[in-house]
């Protein structure tokens, strides 16, 4: 892959893009240290969608039935002290 140093970036940056969006990548070093790739966008114009990470961990945690009153007192007692200690 192509690498580029920051300089060389900046100035002739419009035709780097040019390259990067006919399928040309390439990398950003700064000090000879990679930092960043430049490749091209889908051919729809639209970026990839994000994986859905709802249900990440179905069926690996169970969430009690008494979930949303688990601490009910120590809360009210914080809140309104008039729970015995």
Same mark, same amino acid.
């Given at each position: ?6 300089? =060389?970036?900046? #100035?002739? /940056? +419009?035709?780097?893009? =040019? =390259? @990067?969006?006919?399928?040309? @990548?390439?990398? *950003?070093?700064?000090?000879?240290? &990679?930092?960043?790739? !430049? #490749? %091209?966008? +889908?051919? +729809?114009? $639209? %970026? $990839? %969608? !994000?994986?859905?990470? /709802?249900? /990440?961990?179905?069926?690996?945690? +169970?969430? &009690? $039935?008494?979930?949303?009153? *688990?601490?009910?007192? !120590? *809360? @009210? $007692? /914080?809140?309104?002290?008039?729970? =015995?200690?």
């Amino acid at each position: 892959m192509k690498r580029v140093n920051m300089h =060389e970036a900046k #100035t002739h /940056l +419009s035709r780097l893009v =040019e =390259e @990067a969006a006919a399928g040309q @990548a390439f990398v *950003i070093c700064k000090a000879g240290k &990679p930092m960043v790739r !430049v #490749t %091209p966008l +889908s051919q +729809s114009g $639209d %970026p $990839d %969608p !994000v994986a859905s990470r /709802l249900g /990440l961990l179905r069926g690996q945690v +169970s969430v &009690p $039935d008494d979930f949303d009153r *688990i601490g009910q007192e !120590v *809360i @009210a $007692d /914080l809140f309104e002290g008039v729970a =015995e200690r």
